[in-house]
């Protein structure tokens, strides 16, 4: 079991509720987001990472993040692979209300059919309990405005305007499934219609077209977003390899999103339509 602090796991986050949220149904400044509604715990659920060096801070950085906003009574992680398990997490939380939040960027095998799974088990541990799961983090529409507020930001950096670079969104992608290409394919198509960037392409790591077809034939600069959702395997190893093996200094890598600045107001306003619904 993970180490107690103050009594409260460390991948556990009690917080006091004062964040003055504004959404379709704004609340009164200071007044909390379980307002008249029994309190909740919110549960971050990310796939965990297999590098051997990993440690998953990023996770723990998003919960802070999120409790330092007051989103839910107390705010928890857990990994489908890695520790702590989304089942023993669940069970760590006292709130009899929880929220599960899919860290996925799309609606793949692991949140259709794993984490139901779990949730289901967990349901099993404590049948008093509600359990509800959100959609996941890359199926939220708020995704393809922080990526492209990043990606201008980025392309400034370097002197340049969001107008003369261009985007390419590198995603896992599976012979076997389509949902990643469907969501990648869906967020890039949110980019191309706010009209910022020269083009918007889309590569994946697990089935065409690879990163390097992607940019045939497109003139740089060129802004790689990394749609993982953290710094693992493929957000950080394999993104970094495959963007070197371009050998061109006009392309830059930009990401994971999953640590971006703007991901943790994208999960709060998820979370506030969903309680205030």
Known sequence: MPAAVQKTPSHVLAVRQRWHVEQDQPLRRNEPLTAGR???GLLLAAHG??????????????????????????????????????VDAIATLLSQDVVVYPLFLSDGYFTRVVLPRLVEQA?????????????????????????????AAAAHSRTKLPAETSIVMLAHGSKKDQASRVATEWLADRLRQRQCFCDTRIALLEEAPSLADAIEGMSGPIIVVGLFAGEGMHGIDDARRMVAELKRDDVM????????AGIEAVIASA???HILA
């Not at 330092?68 to 692979?81: L, R, T």
């Not at 309990?129 to 990606?151: F, M, N, Q, W, Y």
């Not at 890598?253 to 971006?260: A, I, N, Q, S, Y």
């Open 38 to 40: 029994r309190p909740f």
């Open 49 to 86: 990472e297999r590098r051997t060096d990993a440690d998953n801070a990023g996770m723990a950085r998003l919960a802070r993040s999120l409790a330092d906003k007051g989103v839910a009574a107390e705010i928890g992680f857990g990994f489908i692979k890695g520790s702590p398990a989304v």
């Open 123 to 151: 349901k099993q541990r404590d049948e008093t309990r509600t359990i509800s799961i959100l959609p996941p983090l890359g199926l939220e529409p708020a995704l393809a405005d922080v990526i492209a507020d990043e990606a």
């Open 253 to 260: 890598l930009m990401g994971p999103v999953g640590t971006f």
């Open 271 to 273: 979370v506030t339509r």
